[in-house]
């Protein structure tokens, strides 16, 4: 077996060489504040941001928000699917939307106040979350696990197989030609779209502690980021006192530079209940249930730092970054398959300080 260096630690062994420390591979970041400058009025479930558009679903309802000026964010189109949008990534002029037993839906959302459909594919149970790269989507689904689908054609998308996981799978996310996943209660997968079966993960482990939502730092693709909570707890239906927010959110950086092996670097507790995150550089901006947005600087994944805060006034439960404005959706966290009845999206004017 042909041993590789990892990218990441091949490249703190020149900088060390240089006379560099380990510890001194970034500076030390600026801190980050937020004023609020605008509201998408709600009830709303999701929210993605791509240039100087928001993206939000209520239902089955995709809807386009110009907020190239943040302060009065204008409603353009809007596209309704079959079933209850879960899970929707934004690229260019189209929109993939996982919409639970329907499957996968492409969308053009080129001419925001015409959204029109380009394709679609039924998946093998129900669709939660989808992500994209080149001519390959892959879908987090609770019935087949991970489905790998051809977009060659976004006409007619096909799927060219399914990847077993040992739960419910939750969420994925892809870099290039590597995608990631993670099931319920405690699975992270590593897969390669180059192999001639890509349905065979390179790696995987049982270890990570409940994780709902997979990211990779494009800074920085040797490292994936689990954002998790609690660890499961079989009880948990039968128990009948209320169950507030737990307030034991966590960052779990993974070394995923060998696929075969991804190794955990650190666990970072979150302020909150991290419920989603999304990077931007170096920078992990979470949704954190309770507390907020929480912005955490992963420029060194040995030892992340909260480096900018908001207090929403219920619980921030998604977010998305604009080109001009952070958005924050802010509602009550629910659990299991409800459509929420709350949720504004907040839109946040960035301060570095």
Same mark, same amino acid.
């Given at each position: 077996m042909t041993s590789r260096t990892p990218r990441r630690f091949a490249w703190m062994l020149?900088?060390?060489?240089?006379?560099? &420390?380990?510890?001194?591979?970034s500076l030390p970041a600026q801190t980050l504040s937020f004023s609020p400058i605008g509201t998408i009025s709600g009830p709303l479930d999701l929210v993605r941001a791509h240039g100087s558009f928001a993206?939000?679903?209520?239902?089955?309802?995709?809807?386009?928000?110009?907020? !190239?000026?943040?302060?009065?964010?204008?409603?353009?189109?809007?596209?309704?699917?079959?079933?209850?949008?879960? &899970?929707?990534?934004? #690229?260019?002029p189209l929109a993939?939307?996982? @919409?639970?037993?329907? &499957?996968?839906?492409?969308?053009?959302? !080129?001419? %925001?106040?015409? =959204?029109?459909?380009?394709? !679609?594919?039924?998946? %093998?149970?129900?669709?939660?979350?989808?992500?994209?790269?080149?001519e390959h989507?892959?879908?987090?689904?609770?019935?087949?696990?991970?489905?790998?689908?051809?977009?060659?054609?976004?006409?007619?998308?096909?799927?060219? &197989?399914?990847?077993?996981?040992?739960?419910?799978?939750?969420?994925? @996310?892809m870099f290039e030609e590597q995608a990631y996943a993670v099931?319920? /209660?405690?699975?992270?997968?590593?897969?390669?779209?180059?192999?001639?079966? /890509?349905?065979?993960?390179?790696? !995987? =482990?049982?270890?990570?502690? @409940? /994780?709902?939502?997979?990211?990779?730092? @494009?800074?920085? %693709?040797?490292?994936?980021? =689990?954002?998790?909570g609690v660890p499961y707890d079989p009880l948990r239906v039968l128990r009948t006192e209320d169950r507030p927010d737990d307030p034991r959110g966590t960052l779990q950086l993974y070394d995923v530079s060998d696929p075969a092996a991804p190794a955990l670097i650190t666990t970072f507790p979150t302020p909150g209940n991290a419920q989603r995150a999304e990077i931007i550089e170096t920078l992990a901006y979470v949704a954190d249930g309770p507390t907020g947005l929480s912005v955490v600087d992963l420029s060194d994944p040995a030892s992340p730092e909260v480096v900018g805060t908001y207090q929403t006034r219920h619980s921030a439960r998604d977010v998305a970054v604009a080109d001009t404005a952070v958005l924050v959706l802010d509602g009550? #966290?629910?659990?299991?398959?409800?459509?929420?009845?709350?949720?504004?999206?907040?839109?946040?004017?960035?301060t570095e300080n």
């Open positions: 020149l900088l060390a060489g240089l006379g560099v &420390g380990a510890n001194a591979v993206y939000v679903t209520r239902g089955s309802t995709l809807t386009v928000y110009d907020i !190239s000026n943040p302060a009065a964010p204008a409603r353009r189109g809007s596209y309704e699917l079959p079933e209850k949008v879960w &899970g929707f990534t934004v #690229i260019g993939y939307a996982a @919409a639970g037993h329907s &499957g996968m839906w492409i969308v053009d959302v !080129s001419d %925001p106040d015409n =959204l029109t459909l380009r394709g !679609s594919v039924k998946t %093998p149970g129900q669709a939660k979350n989808v992500a994209v790269s080149g989507a892959v879908v987090a689904d609770h019935m087949s696990g991970v489905d790998v689908i051809d977009i060659s054609d976004l006409d007619a998308p096909a799927t060219l &197989g399914s990847v077993y996981t040992d739960g419910y799978a939750r969420d994925v @996310a099931d319920h /209660p405690a699975g992270f997968y590593v897969l390669d779209m180059t192999r001639d079966d /890509p349905l065979d993960p390179v790696g !995987s =482990l049982q270890s990570a502690s @409940a /994780p709902r939502h997979v990211e990779v730092i @494009a800074a920085n %693709p040797d490292v994936a980021v =689990l954002v998790g009550t #966290i629910r659990r299991g398959s409800h459509t929420h009845e709350d949720g504004d999206v907040i839109i946040l004017r960035r």
